[in-house]
């Protein structure tokens, strides 16, 4: 299957910071990608949905000046999280699929797990 | 309106086989996927079914009926490390994955 990766795969942060976390595709061109936030024992809750060189689109609740998505390329999609707090402590999931058609496989990257002091 | 259901949790013995049950409604369809996610990693792609019938890989099947809404995951000769959740999720009419909350599969020797 094709590959995705996301750096950092964990890291802590002061309140107040600004936490970016890349997510690529190594071996595919990503037209989408998924961000998702999951909190222990909880379900996956997708975040938004970018595409290479548009804007990202947010799900419901979701903060866009808070969580910053820049899809600069078709390999690469970065997730920003703005003056960081506790709540935002979660793990941090990108996916990545090559296109829209029947039966695109989103795969998923390792995470990053988020812990805000 | 779309919804989609999976049981919260199973427990099944080593070396048996379980049977992960997932039921959806949906006014567009574009397939069924089923992923497999460890605790404290990213899910893994299973498998997908766009047309009703078994599909097999190794120990894993899964299967769909289109017309009933409704798909499952079989896990032949289960290992301990087939401990995880396992989620299902349907592609709507554009083309995005819409998730079930996760089946968690507890195995006990």
């Known amino acids: 299957g094709a590959v995705v990766s996301q750096h950092p795969s964990r890291v802590i942060c002061k309140s107040g910071t600004s936490v970016k976390i890349e997510c690529r595709s190594l071996?595919?061109?990503?037209?989408?990608m998924f961000w998702y936030r999951q909190f222990p024992k909880q379900s996956l809750m997708l975040m938004a949905t970018s595409n290479e060189g548009s804007k990202a689109t947010y799900e419901q609740g979701v903060e866009k000046d808070k969580f910053l998505i820049n899809h600069a390329s078709l390999t690469l999609s970065t997730l920003t999280v703005t003056s960081a707090h506790p709540e935002d402590s979660s793990f941090y999931i990108c996916s990545a699929r090559s296109g829209e058609g029947l039966g695109e496989t989103q795969y998923f990257g390792p995470g990053t797990r988020l812990l805000v002091l | 309106g779309q919804n989609i259901d999976q049981p919260t949790e199973m427990t099944a013995t080593e070396g048996a086989i379980v049977q992960i049950n997932c039921t959806y409604q949906?006014?567009?369809?574009?397939?069924l996927f089923w992923y497999q996610q460890h605790a404290g990693e990213a899910p893994t792609f299973l498998s997908y079914?766009?047309l009703d019938g078994l599909e097999e890989k190794g120990r894993f099947s899964s299967f769909l009926s289109r017309s009933k809404g409704y798909s499952y995951l079989l896990l032949k000769e289960l290992q301990m490390k087939d401990s995880a959740s396992y989620l299902c999720?349907?592609?709507?009419?554009?083309?995005?994955?819409?998730w079930g909350a996760g089946t968690k599969l507890i195995i006990k020797p």
């Open positions: 079914n766009v």
């Open positions: 999720a349907f592609m709507d009419s554009n083309y995005q994955l819409i």
């Open positions: 071996d595919f061109q990503a037209t989408t």
């Open positions: 949906t006014s567009g369809f574009n397939g």
